[in-house]
């Protein structure tokens, strides 16, 4: 069935429940397994600093080759400079060379979030260090920045963050905030295209029904984040494609230290495959559109990790590996999937 976009926009702002009968929590290895064999996936959203190792074999193994890890908020308000400087230093070091021991290419955007934005005189002091990492190796984009409460010291340090954006000629990430979330939607697109940048160059996340048609309008990115009971279930993100088709949309996971699914982006396409939507569709919304919009940045080359990895966890990141005890390491040169 076609839904007209009044279908699509009945849903409010930030969804704490759903009527969906089947989420992607409930779908197990076996439910989706076989319908997705073959295929990769890039998952332009997740925060793998919050998740385990097994994460990282679960993802390989289910098709995913490549991710994005934007800085966030991690929980908990961080009180100096110092802890900016180690987190940042982790996505562009440590993590990094994690994920690539376990087969998967690792890239992250850099940025002051919102929520944190709020605290000015530390803000100021991020600002000053955050062009030393923007120009890092594996940096694609300044994000996620944007709005959370919506507050005039957010919108002053989003602004400023889309000045450095445009001067490092990377792509920006948005945050769009869970209330009052088509204003804040609004907000955010008015304020960067006051700012001159090529919608194009703008991925903004966290969509949903009463959003995706102004965004994709203006001709900005519409990334969707499929949350368990909150954001956008994938029986809705399924209908959303139907509806819209799959350009200039990407689905991702947003998997953090809540509850969250890592592997939300294949078990979405099991289920866009199980609705009859195309394998070329589901290949563009799950892979290929987040490549070519964070591309912008000349950071990704595909050919780094369409096949697969080069895997040797005989290796080391200042004198440390991810063995433990006894633990042999996994030497896997021309194997695609980590077993």
């Known amino acids: 069935m076609c839904l007209t976009d009044k279908d699509l926009t009945q849903n409010p702002s930030h ?9 992607h929590r409930d779908m197990g290895w076996d439910d989706y397994r076989e319908l997705i064999r073959g295929m990769r996936f890039f998952d332009p959203h997740i925060h793998m600093v919050s998740r385990t190792t097994d994460d990282y074999e679960a993802m390989r193994d289910a098709g995913i080759v490549g991710l994005i890890e934007p800085a966030f908020w991690v929980g908990q308000p961080r009180t100096g400079l110092s802890t900016f400087k180690d987190y940042y230093s982790s996505l562009v070091g440590w ?15 850099i940025g002051l979030n919102s929520r944190e934005a709020n605290n000015e005189p530390l803000a100021e002091q991020v600002m000053e260090i955050l062009p030393l990492y923007l120009y890092k190796e594996g940096v ?8 959370d409460d919506q507050t005039a010291a957010e919108e002053k340090y989003y602004r400023l963050q889309l000045e450095l954006a445009k001067k490092a000629k990377l ?6 905030p869970h209330r009052d979330k088509k204003k804040g939607t609004e907000r955010s697109m008015a304020i960067a295209l006051e700012h001159g940048l090529d919608p194009s160059w703008v991925i903004v996340d966290h969509n949903n029904e ?57 078990k979405t396409a ?32 595909v050919s780094d990790f369409e096949n697969g990895l080069n895997v040797d966890q005989s290796e080391k990141f200042n004198g440390n590996t991810i063995l433990r005890g006894g633990q042999q390491p996994r030497v896997a040169k021309d194997s695609l999937v980590i077993r």
């Open 15 to 23: 969804f704490e429940e759903t009527d969906e009968i089947v989420t």
């Open 95 to 109: 993590e990094r060379f994690r994920s690539s021991q376990f087969g998967i290419k690792h890239y992250c955007t």
């Open 140 to 147: 694609v984009g300044v994000g996620e920045i944007g709005f």
């Open 171 to 176: 792509p920006v990430q948005i945050h769009t």
């Open 210 to 266: 009463e959003t995706v048609k102004s965004v994709l309008d203006q001709g900005f990115w519409a990334a969707f984040t499929i949350y368990p009971f909150t954001k956008m279930g994938n029986e809705r993100m399924v209908k959303v494609v139907e509806h819209y088709g799959p350009n200039q949309i990407m689905v991702n996971s947003a998997a953090d230290w809540g509850i969250s699914d890592p592997l939300a982006i294949p």
């Open 270 to 301: 099991a289920l866009m495959k199980m609705r009859g939507i195309t394998d070329e569709t589901i290949r563009l919304v799950t892979y290929q559109n987040a490549i070519d919009a964070f591309a912008k940045s000349g950071q990704i080359d």
